[in-house]
């Protein structure tokens, strides 16, 4: 058992906090689908999606195809609580979803708690993402597509909530900021710009 624990955890790359997500994103190894179910307790359904190519003569051909979460990082909360970030692809009928985790292990691999710190749909332009400005402190952000104030320049709104994690592995919900409204379209602060009005940038870790 401690065999397979290990080479588990092998599979995440090694971080500090603090960090921004946005500079640090990348293509990450796959679990097996072995792992899924042990790890994370994912089931058979949880590990394919539909996914949707338009053929010859625009016609919409669906197959489905395996989609075991990814291994991003993992640190050390103390002496008995591991954090392990983990990134899965869209679900079934939902291929333009990805979404990302925060999940807390204890040291010999079992599950103690998840919280959705990430995710992006495609068709709506909208997106979520996370900095860790220590190791037990996470600020989601949650970017969306806002046209109410298009005329006075404003495309999108952003606000964050605030959680933090405690000594045994919860994940607590502190507080949320107001409503920013910002210059470009979502998706555009899905990737780090260090010269714009994106909240985030106050994060120079």
Partial sequence: MQ???FKFLERFETVQPPLVYKKIAKRIPKMTKEEAFRFLHKDEKDLIRIVEDIGE??????????????????YRLNDSILV???????????????????????????????????EVFDSEFDWVTFALPSKEKIRIFYYKSDYTREDEGFFSTVYHINYIIT???????????DITYLKNRAIWYSTYE????????????
Avoid: H, W
């Fill in 167 to 177: 000594d045994d592995g919860k994940f607590i919900e502190k507080d949320k900021s």
């Fill in 84 to 118: 392990l970030f983990t990134r899965e692809g869209g679900q079934q009928g939902y291929i333009d979803t990805s979404r990302v985790f925060l999940n807390t292990f204890k040291m010999n691999g079992e599950l103690i708690s998840k919280c959705l710190v990430g």
């Fill in 57 to 74: 003569d625009e016609v919409i051909e669906s197959y489905i195809e395996e989609s075991p979460p990814g291994c991003g990082f993992k």
């Fill in 194 to 205: 260090p010269n714009s009005d994106d909240p985030m940038n106050e994060y120079d870790f």
């Fill in 3 to 5: 065999t397979k624990v």
